[in-house]
Antibody, heavy 117, light 112 residues
């Protein structure tokens, strides 16, 4: 059974940093692209980063230069380093397994990030 | 960026009746390889999103056949042939043909 378990969400200060983790199991992690998607309370879904099997990374303009996605295949783990946090980064962050860059077929339960002073 | 526009925003439906959700893209979703990567997700209250449909019309394993997807180019539709109580939630379309990946704003399906 595929499992994706996010952790690291907490209260952070504006301008601060936070690192999220996603522990994957039940599939060959190194063979899949992986992504982060966020959802502010009561709002829709927003893709925030993706990483290919070769380590190539992708970001939308809203987080480019502030967020860094990475992976550690030996640990079946995905990470999201978030710097220069803003109030508008407050959201539940989901880890999702990619079908290349075309789809997201498995999702974790999410971890809540709150940016507030 | 491909802007995805869903309608309606809210969809009250009587149990057993059909429902239809529209998703329109600001640009063609035909990928350079000829495929069209349009996905539909269901998010039940308090749960994570779950993929229902990929590549316009391919149902995921375990998805009831009352869910169907159709469309081409820039216009796509998700249909539920007979709505059941467990179908309550928010439905999102998402395109995977162009970077960045983008989602529609969501359609909330509720029972009348």
């Amino acid at each position: 059974e595929v499992q994706l378990v996010e952790s690291g969400g907490t209260l952070a200060q504006p301008g601060g940093s936070l690192r999220l983790s996603c522990a994957a199991s039940g599939f060959t992690f190194s063979a899949y692209d992986m992504h982060w998607v966020r959802q502010a309370t009561g709002k829709g879904l927003e893709w925030v980063s993706g990483i290919g099997t070769a380590g190539d990374t992708y970001y939308p303009g809203s987080v480019k230069g502030r967020f860094t996605i990475s992976r550690e295949n030996a640990k079946n783990s995905l990470y999201l380093q978030m710097n220069s946090l803003k109030a508008e980064d407050t959201a539940v962050y989901y880890c999702a397994r990619g079908v290349g860059a075309t789809s997201l077929d498995q999702w974790g339960q999410g971890t809540l990030v709150t940016v507030s002073s | 960026d491909a802007v995805m526009t869903q309608s309606p925003v809210s969809l009250p439906v009587t149990l057993g009746q059909p429902a239809s959700i529209s998703c329109r893209s600001s640009q063609s979703l035909v990928h350079s390889n000829g495929n069209t990567y349009l996905n539909w997700f269901q998010q039940r209250p308090g749960q994570s999103p779950r993929r229902l449909i990929y590549e316009i019309s391919k149902r995921d394993s375990g998805v009831p056949d009352r869910f169907s997807g159709s469309g081409s180019g820039t216009d796509f539709t998700l249909k539920i042939s007979r709505v059941e109580a467990e179908d309550v939630g928010v439905y999102y379309c998402m395109q995977g043909s162009h970077w960045p990946l983008t989602f529609g704003g969501g359609t909330k399906v509720e029972i009348k």
